[in-house]
């Protein structure tokens, strides 16, 4: 029993792990413009898809095709950010949520006519794979590694926003857009870095999630989920939140899954509803 | 329709058509006169009251399930069971409307959303009462007032477009009353609204509390002229596909959700043939295409050019 939920924190750290690669971008992003962008997925679906591609077909490293997993998802949404996103910046929710649906819809069908919708996967190296043992207990090390990786980027993302020029500017425009531009402050060039690196972030994540939980074109929709689930329970624009939301996420999923399976998704849905009606502006949400 | 439009008379006349012209389609027209429903449903609070819904299938899907549950149970007269339908998804939604006028924004979204995730989940895993993923079988309609269900639809269509009409009265009659008219202005200013003693949260309530009547009453028609109830009727794709064919024909509008219906609905069996998955690629394209270039639906477009040509 002990030994078992151990197992479970140390597997949801883990999923928790990919759950704020997969979100935190999102979070900055709404954080700063209001831009309700359901498309995050698809950025980490396309740096998923960029990693099978290069390790399988043109037989590069595992580890060496992630950093282009994170070009691969920057490129894909400062592309859609320049030619679509800002054009609809002042618009409504309802057109911004069905704008990226679209944009979504799109991504699946294009995935799936170049992929066929089955199952993808890019195997990490073996030594990345092979279980670690810690006081008597063997733990998965691919999980291990997620959650170095994730702790490493939580801490450097911390110390480029609060201790970097730049990472200041943001979060001028994340706490008042309106005075930051009166301060001189390019809001949207900041905006367009913040969403680069936010996407490639996901790209990020999606590559890391292959091993994981697969990949399939209706990834960009099953996560999506998750992903508003992070961000919505974080509160905008807070990365601690987003953090700490997605941890909680992904131990109670986890747990879920492994205590009561027969409670599927349900239990994850209930938390979600029961936390916004508690606080609709998130855990740590400011505004 | 005592102050009807000479375009209006035409175009409930038209609905006839399918009768005369395209006999072998009569069960897509039922199924479109369905979805038109639907559509319209979401209108009143999207369109009218501005409370944006990502999960309007839960009514749709109750409205279903209760009228299969009913037919395999209970009895098979269809209207006195379509009524109950309507009235258990009102239920629901007077319920969760207590929690929904509360919000905006994107808490709004991920709330009804999360509500209508929630009610999918529940279904798929009380599979005793409603069949699980395989969904709900094994119950017929058999006739409805003394006709029978033939294999054509032309049964069906006639009861799922005799449906879709009277609830299209009903909601012509509320968008035009004065409470329809504070409806509107609470989407344009909430906290206005109050102090000129419009009460926003109960007429909110009221509005969400009607769409899921005939949310319902749509769902549990398809349960009717089908036979059948798949779980699908709860899915997330179904709350997102009815928000396009609105979205598509024009928010705000009582026709906007019927227009998007027919052309999303024959769009889709013309095309879908070849694969679902390069379906939605076109979707994806159109939602794109309207929101930069057509805010207000093919109807606001239409009605746009007809205002520049005057």
Redesign the interface.
Known sequence: MLSSLAGVLFDGFAYGMLLFLLSVGLSVT?GMMNF?NLAHCSFAMVGGYATVTLVNRFGWPFLAALPMAFLAGATISLFLERI?FK??YR?S???Q???T??????????F??FYT?EQQSARPPEWLRAPVSVGGMNFAGYRLFLIVFGLVTTASLFWFLERTNFGAKIRAAVDNQRMARGLGIDVDRAFMLTFALGGGLAGLGGALAIEVVGLD?TFA?AYL?YV??VV?VGG?GSIGGSFAAAVVLGISDMAGKYYFP?????LI??V??AL??WR??GLFGKR | MANAKPLEVAFWLCTLLPFVLAPNYLSLASQIAITALFALSLDLI?GYAGI?S?GHAAFFGVGAYTAGLIAKHYWTEPISALLISGLISGILGYASSH?IVR?R???L???T???G??LA??A??AHALTGGADGLQGFRVPEVLGFKFDMFGRTAYAYSLAVLFVCFLICRRVIHSPFGLALRGIRENAIRMPAIGAPSLSHLRKAYTIAAVMAGLAGAALTQTTSTVSIDVLS?GRS?DV??IL?LGGAGRLYGGLIGAVIYMVARDQFSGV?P?????W??????A???FL?NGILGGLSALHKKRQ
Do not use: K
């Open positions: 709404l309700v679509l054009r609809l618009a929710d309802l057109d949520c069905l704008l649906i679209g944009v979504v819809f799109i991504s699946i069908a294009v799936a006519w919708t074109p929709l989920v508003l689930i919505a905008l027969w409670l599927g998704a349900f849905y209930l979600m509803v916004l009606m609709p502006l | 999207l944006v990502l929690v919000f924004h994107l808490a979204i991920m709330l959303m999360g509500f995730l929630l989940e529940a798929n895993s997330f997102a928000l396009v979205i694969n998955q390069y379906w939605y690629f979707i994806g394209l159109l939602l794109v309207v929101v930069m805010p």
